[in-house]
């Protein structure tokens, strides 16, 4: 069964730090999304891409963060300046369509910043 | 207006019983309800979804009941088993792109 590829799986970066998070997404699927969870709380929507550019981004989604899909396969999540209140584990996931469909998700990066 | 309220928060069942596992909605533009299920280090993995175009999705042990006018929907885990032990989450997605997730409920099978 096709899957969401990330890595790493667990990144630990100092605060002030930039990091990047991976991600291949399924190849056939068009929409990309970033989401996060921090430790007992809820799944946050964080960005969508589609065609190469954002589509829809959260509050959370500020100038500390950005997405670049830099080739054909890769799809990343960088996070300038990291705070303590940015670890959390990352969840990136991808979809065929936009709407009806269900996301698939990778298993996850978890961001410890210390 | 965004929100999906899920109920219980945690959900001890025994091996061959039934789990019931509850959401709320208030956004009539939602029209795409999914269940995710998530064991622990791992991503949410799709479980069963619904339209509202229907009042009832069952995919083997798995139901998801729905009803439109109250604006409710829930998920129904027929002989739960031991290996059904996760957090589930439900999730809920208009016209645009992201999805509103429920706070999560963590089920334990006991043996």
């Known amino acids: 069964e096709p899957e969401v590829t990330q890595t790493p799986s667990h990144q630990v970066t100092q605060m002030g730090q930039e990091v990047i998070l991976r991600c291949v997404p399924i190849?056939?699927?068009?929409?990309f999304y970033w989401y996060r969870q921090i430790l007992g709380q809820k799944v946050e929507f964080l960005v969508s891409?589609?065609?190469?550019?954002?589509?829809?981004k959260s509050e959370i989604f500020d100038d500390q963060f950005s997405v670049e899909r830099p080739d054909g396969s890769n799809f990343t999540l960088k996070i300038r300046s990291t705070k303590l209140e940015d670890s959390a584990m990352y969840f990136c996931?991808?979809?065929?369509?936009?709407?009806?469909?269900?996301?698939?998700f990778g298993s996850g990066t978890r961001l410890t910043v210390v | 207006q965004q929100q999906v309220k899920q109920s219980p928060q945690s959900l001890i069942v025994q091996k061959g019983g039934i789990s019931i596992i509850n959401c709320a909605y208030e956004?009539?533009?939602?029209?795409?309800f999914p269940w995710y299920q998530q064991f622990p280090g791992k991503g949410p993995a799709l479980l069963i979804a619904?339209?509202?175009d229907v009042s009832e999705k069952k995919e083997g042990r798995f139901t998801i009941s729905f009803n439109k006018s109250a604006k409710q929907f829930s998920l129904h885990i027929m002989d739960s088993q031991p290996g059904d032990s996760a957090t589930y989450f439900c999730?809920?997605?208009?016209?645009?792109?992201?999805?509103?997730w429920g706070a999560g409920t963590k089920l334990i099978i006991k043996p």
């Open positions: 999730a809920a997605k208009g016209s645009n792109y992201q999805l509103i």
């Open positions: 619904i339209r509202p």
């Open positions: 891409f589609y065609n190469n550019e954002i589509s829809e």
């Open positions: 956004n009539t533009a939602f029209d795409y």
């Open positions: 190849s056939n699927h068009l929409y």
């Open positions: 996931a991808s979809s065929e369509a936009l709407r009806g469909a269900g996301y698939t």
